[in-house]
C-alpha cells in the first residue's frame, strides 16, 4: 500500500546527504525506503504508529543520541518534525 499522506510523500528523506559524496547514494536509498515503508506496513497491516509506538521509537532516538555522545539531547526537540 502506498503511503497516502502528502506531507510524508513530498518530505526529502535523507536530504541534506545526498549532496554530499561521503554518503553512498544506493545506501541512502535504502535508508529512505525503510523509513517510507515503516507506515507503508503498518497500515497494510491495520494497524498505526500510534501514542505507545511513538514513545518507544522517541527512547530509541534518546539511546542513539546518548550513544553517539549526545546524553544532554532534548528528545523533543530531535523527534519535533516527525510525522509518526
Known amino acids: 500500500m ?3 499522506n502528502q506531507q510524508v510523500v513530498r518530505h526529502g528523506f535523507l536530504g541534506e546527504l545526498y549532496g554530499d559524496s561521503y554518503y553512498p547514494g544506493h545506501l541512502l536509498d535504502k535508508g529512505k525506503a ?3 515503508a ?3 506496513e503498518f497500515v497494510a497491516a491495520d494497524s498505526e504508529i500510534e501514542t505507545i509506538a511513538r514513545d518507544a521509537i522517541g527512547e530509541d532516538f534518546a539511546f542513539v543520541a546518548s550513544a553517539y555522545g549526545f546524553a544532554d539531547a532534548d528528545v523533543e526537540e530531535l523527534i519535533a518534525a ?3
Request: proline share 8%.
Open 82 to 84: 516527525r510525522e509518526w
Open 2 to 4: 502506498p503511503v497516502s
Open 38 to 40: 515503516l507506515e507503508e
Open 34 to 36: 525503510i523509513l517510507l
